[in-house]
């Protein structure tokens, strides 16, 4: 592809014609001086040779007795002495030397806005789409030269964060939150400002072990990898915390256990018989796939579902010590930290097949039931919400009045959403979200609808609204005529007309993703930055398919990479996020079964430090470079580091200039890293890196 600006002259044949007339010019008025002299008679001294190919003066000495003119040259009579003719020499090289500069500059110039001017004219032309890759292309190396600009500057050895940050979560201070005099949960939400950014690198914990391999580390992790004391395991009081087992230096977990009386299999079993199903293996065939987990715990429910492919997505506030949030994750399952206190979840409407909530705390009675609003808008046609609370069952005798209030005002609003009561048994309540939506027209009292401007796809940073949402989507299907997983992930063309995407472009994007990853995987070994040449004979081993498990990716298109991770056969799961910065196919990739969220990668993602063994990114750089952004690369990348696990790895794709100046980047960072061409794709590689195991060092006693 041509780049915008040109390595030099541009326009060579009129720069030359131009300098050519220059020269004539001169020539013309040192004859015409050479006429005034000639009428003296006086015979010259010295003889003045300039070649124009050359750029220079040379002096040649004649006989006195003769007179000659050369073909270029000047003669210049014998009564001028050496110091004038100096002069002249110097005032004549200074002018060319000038008049040359103004021409060169003139002519870049030219050249740049022609470049410009050639890109907003065509926009309507034929050759639209190659001008448009120029201007592309023209941002990009603006961004190279502004970057690596700052190289020299930036080159100082990167500074480790304090002890403090390695466990926090940048823009999240409950404290300075209060002292600002945010409250009523406002506290607890996202506040990014210029003092949240961590330009430096979060060291391990100095008894940090990296994780055990999926499905182990399910059931065990190392308590040195968490903000965690013994106390607060065994105080754990709810459900899914009491599942824990403390032994030396690990926290084990158990579905079933003969200590306790209600174990996580009879809980799910218990939902699914709520619903009207034989066992929780039978929620696939119900028209369930994700679910939301308000208040998970530790996550043992979501861990119980995976195993009949339900996909849970844990979600708690952000807690310094004891998080669900990031043991959760370190078990290898979905979860991220939002609250919805104040505003909304960062999830369109209509987002999830079932919603659940066990002791989570929620105050659901408070607001006008501002937050019951909030799970309608996330829950799909035919969902269900299961609630399980000390003060669900308000029915029963010698109740708290607060807790009877708070059971009746639940079960109230619920009807005013069209939730239609299933069943409830002891502490569990289940609800079936009505799948028409025109229930809410012949209700006489309850939460308006929302207006269609109100009822948006992209939630991000939009405070709670009293109103019901999704009911003016496209995207209202029940759950129940969706395909049943795993068919889902493939939309049909109907579904995908909704998103305004062809199905050829759908399948040609799969088929595109499947090649990638059979490349991709085979890069995943330490190997490649091995310097030692491979034996003859041998071929590098295939990492295994567990080589990992948390997978983020940081532009995920239409979640096509994740389509291609489970067609491989790959243990893993993908936080699938989509920029703010680009368009929002997020809905289209929660319609596929998967789980995502939308987000400002100018701003600290939602989640705990070293939580992600895979971070990959496709057209991230490009995308954010041709934006005006409030925030650098450098930013980006330090992010990047906080999120991936040590020994995690990093691919990113992109043009082979973001993908040089990304290089230079990751140097600074410690990465292990390695450009790698692509065969199919001159215009792109790939850019592999691993971050090495750096642990804080314990303090000597």
Same mark, same amino acid.
Request: aromatic residues 10%; contains cysteine.
């Given at each position: ?494 579904? /995908?007309?909704?998103?305004?995407? +062809?199905?050829?472009?759908? $399948? @040609? =994007? ?6 990638? #990853? &059979? *490349? ?6 330490? /190997?490649?930055?091995?310097?030692? +040449?491979?034996?003859?004979? $041998? @071929? =590098? ?6 080589? #990992? &498990? *948390? ?151």
């Amino acid at each position: 592809m041509s780049r915008p600006l040109h390595r030099g002259f541009s326009g060579g044949g009129r720069l030359s014609g131009d300098f050519h007339d220059f020269l004539e010019d001169s020539q013309m008025k040192f004859k015409a001086e050479k006429e005034d002299f000639d009428k003296n008679r006086l015979s010259p001294d010295h003889r003045c040779s300039w070649n124009p190919f050359h750029f220079m003066f040379t002096y040649t000495t004649s006989s006195p007795s003769k007179q000659s003119v050369h073909e270029n040259g000047l003669v210049v009579p014998d009564t001028f002495s050496v110091v004038s003719s100096r002069k002249r020499y110097k005032l004549t090289l200074f002018l060319l030397k000038f008049s040359l500069f103004v021409t060169v500059f003139l002519a870049l110039m030219g050249s740049f806005w022609w470049t410009i001017s050639l890109t907003a004219a065509s926009r309507n032309q034929t050759f639209r789409g190659s001008y448009r890759r120029l201007q592309e292309q023209l941002v990009s190396d603006l961004w190279d030269i502004g970057e690596l600009s700052l190289g020299a500057s930036r080159t100082k050895e990167t500074e480790f964060c304090p002890i403090e940050c390695e466990n926090h979560i940048p823009c999240f201070n409950i404290s300075e939150n209060l002292e600002s005099g945010l409250t009523q949960g406002q506290q607890q939400d996202r506040h990014c400002g210029p003092t949240s950014k961590q330009n430096c690198l979060v060291l391990a914990p100095s008894g940090y072990k990296i994780p055990h391999r999926w499905p182990t580390g399910r059931d065990v992790i190392w308590i040195d990898n968490v903000k965690i004391n013994a106390q607060e395991v065994l105080s754990s009081g709810s459900l899914t915390k009491r599942m824990m087992l403390l032994d030396d230096d690990q926290i084990s977990f158990s579905f079933a256990s003969s200590m306790i009386d209600d174990s996580i299999e009879d809980y799910s079993h218990q939902i699914a018989e709520m619903i009207g199903l034989r066992n929780e293996s039978y929620l696939v065939q119900a028209g369930v796939r994700t679910v939301l987990d308000i208040g998970c715990g530790f996550g043992s429910l979501g861990a119980h579902f995976f195993q009949n492919h339900l996909l849970t997505m844990c979600i708690a506030n952000y807690e310094s010590s004891g998080s669900q949030v990031e043991i959760t994750l370190e078990r290898g399952l979905p979860a991220m930290v939002a609250s919805f206190t104040a505003k909304k979840l960062p999830f369109p409407s209509l987002s999830f097949d079932m919603v659940h909530s066990a002791w989570d705390g929620i105050a659901w009675n408070h607001k006008d039931g501002i937050h019951l609003i909030e799970v309608d808008r996330v829950l799909r046609p035919g969902g269900y919400f299961v609630w399980t609370s000390s003060v669900a069952n308000t029915r029963a005798s010698g109740r708290k009045k607060d807790s009877s209030n708070t059971g009746d005002f639940v079960r109230d609003f619920a009807k005013d959403l069209c939730w239609d009561l299933l069943s409830q048994q002891d502490k569990t309540v289940v609800w079936k979200k009505s799948s028409n939506k025109d229930c809410h027209a012949s209700r006489n009292h309850g939460p308006s609808v929302c207006k269609v401007g109100h009822d948006v796809e992209s939630p991000y940073y939009h405070p709670l609204e009293a109103c019901i949402g999704g009911t003016h989507s496209r995207r209202w299907i029940p759950i129940d005529e969706r395909p049943k997983w795993p068919a889902r992930a493939t939309l049909s063309s109907k579904e /995908l007309a909704v998103h305004g995407v +062809p199905f050829d472009d759908l $399948i @040609e =994007d799969d088929l595109n993703w499947k090649s990638a #990853v &059979r *490349n991709y995987w085979s890069l995943l070994s330490p /190997l490649i930055f091995s310097d030692h +040449p491979k034996r003859p004979g $041998i @071929e =590098d081993p295939i990492p295994p398919y567990n080589m #990992v &498990r *948390n997978v983020l990716d940081m532009n995920a298109h239409f979640g096509g990479f994740n389509s291609a991770l489970l067609g491989a056969g790959k243990s893993v799961w993908v936080m699938n996020v989509v920029p703010t910065s680009g368009p929002n196919h997020l809905p289209l990739i929660l319609d596929r079964g998967f789980v995502g969220v939308l987000h400002d990668w100018c701003e600290a993602f939602p989640t705990y430090p070293r939580t992600y063994d895979l971070v990959h990114a496709e057209g991230f750089l490009s995308l954010e470079t041709s934006k005006r952004r409030r925030c650098s690369m450098h930013d980006v990348f330090f992010e990047m580091d906080r999120l991936l696990r040590p020994e995690g790895w990093v691919i990113l794709r992109d043009t082979s200039s973001l993908i040089e100046a990304a290089r230079t980047i990751t140097t600074r960072l410690k990465w292990e890293a390695r450009v790698v061409e692509i065969e199919s794709n001159s215009d792109e590689k790939l850019l592999v890196c691993q971050k090495p195991l750096i642990r804080r060092q314990s303090n000597p006693s």
